[in-house]
């Protein structure tokens, strides 16, 4: 079965679940959004403010530059992870300063838990799956990324195919990772091990253990910052991250990095977009959620690396030539269902402590 086609089989019920259990939403004023309207009021705004969406992340270097020349705004980014887009969204209620971000969708129950994302449905709303999008508007997965290694050949003489593969001597001191408590790719990265040793989001355990037997085993490098930098310097010779991740860094740094998809399990890690219900900047972010999601931004998102949200989006043949083929994601998990996917991600988080301070 197509992957793509399984995914939507897979998600089928998370909007269904976030749905049913999400409060509901705080109620607003019917608005008309024209296109000239909401340029208008951004050029009157003059600038756009984001969080987590840095230019080196799928493209959005690119993808920033084309909504500025496009809108006539400044943009500006504040690069951090989703759960401190929370906490800064939460101590920001009352005097806001971000417009728009991007999340991990293992933290969306919090977004709309706390109320903090606007509803709006961009102008692609239609064409997105319904399993991709909230009903009330509220958040759009616009692209996912593959649990994947990222292996530094300079420097390891055999890449690594499997989770198993990591436990082996000759990767002493030389895999990095980074902490779930702040890390989506982190907790992706935990339940691809556990899918790859008999578990899965009901029993995260096994990935747990693993990662226990690969800091015991002195493989796993603590102490080091999952980064760049890290991996340019030589610190970090075997990472796991995304897929787009790492075909980013590989072009950041230009060292010969491959990418290498764990043949036993990975996992496809979900991102979502949204406005915050505060925005200072409302048509900018608007406009902005406009572009992502179009077939533009969609084939820009792929250029970076990144697997777009709309199936029915045609990338160009050289963007298509650029990512690895679908033969190479093999055993490939999605969330099952909202409720279960977000309590794996919990349940790791809450078991990390016996990684990093157990005996």
């Given at each position: ?29 019917t608005v008309v959004d024209t296109e000239a309207g909401k340029i ?199 990472s796991i991250v995304y897929d787009f991740d790492g075909f980013a ?111």
């Open positions: 079965m197509n992957k793509l086609v399984t995914l939507v089989v897979l998600i089928a019920l998370l909007t269904i679940q976030l749905t049913s259990c999400a409060p509901a939403p705080t109620p607003t004023a208008a009021g951004a050029k009157a705004e003059g600038q756009i403010v984001s969080y987590g969406m840095t230019d080196d992340w799928v493209n959005l270097g690119a993808i920033w530059k084309t909504i500025q020349t496009s809108y006539s705004v400044v943009h500006t980014d504040t690069d951090m992870t989703s759960a401190e887009q929370i906490t800064r969204l939460l101590a920001e209620k009352d005097a806001p300063v971000m417009d728009v971000a991007d999340i991990g969708f293992d933290f969306v129950s919090q977004l709309i838990s706390n109320n903090l994302a606007m509803s709006y449905k961009n102008t692609s709303w239609d064409k997105i799956p319904a399993n991709f999008k909230d009903t009330d508007g509220r958040w759009a997965v616009a692209y996912w990324g593959a649990i994947s290694f990222l292996v530094n050949t300079d420097l390891v003489k055999n890449s690594p195919q499997t989770w198993d593969d990591l436990l082996k001597p000759e990767y002493r001191d030389m895999v990095c990772s980074r902490d779930p408590n702040k890390s989506t790719y982190a907790t992706g990265a935990v339940l691809a091990a556990a899918y790859a040793h008999g578990g899965g989001e009901s029993n995260v355990q096994p990935g747990l253990d693993f990662f226990k037997q690969l800091r015991d085993n002195g493989n796993w490098r603590q102490g080091v910052v999952l980064n760049v930098a890290s991996v340019q310097k030589g610190e970090c010779p075997i860094k590989r072009d950041a740094t230009g060292l010969p990095l491959q990418v290498i998809i764990p043949q036993d399990a990975t996992v496809g890690m979900l991102f979502a977009e949204y406005i915050s219900i505060v925005a200072p900047h409302p048509n900018a972010a608007k406009l902005e959620q406009d572009f992502l999601l179009s077939d533009e931004g969609q084939i820009m998102l792929a250029q970076g690396y990144a697997h777009p949200a709309r199936t029915d989006v045609v990338l160009p043949a050289d963007v298509t030539a650029k990512l690895l083929p679908e033969s190479a994601y093999g055993n490939l998990h999605f969330p099952t269902s909202f409720n279960s996917f977000t309590a794996a991600m919990q349940n790791i988080v809450s078991g990390w402590t016996t990684i990093t301070t157990g005996p």
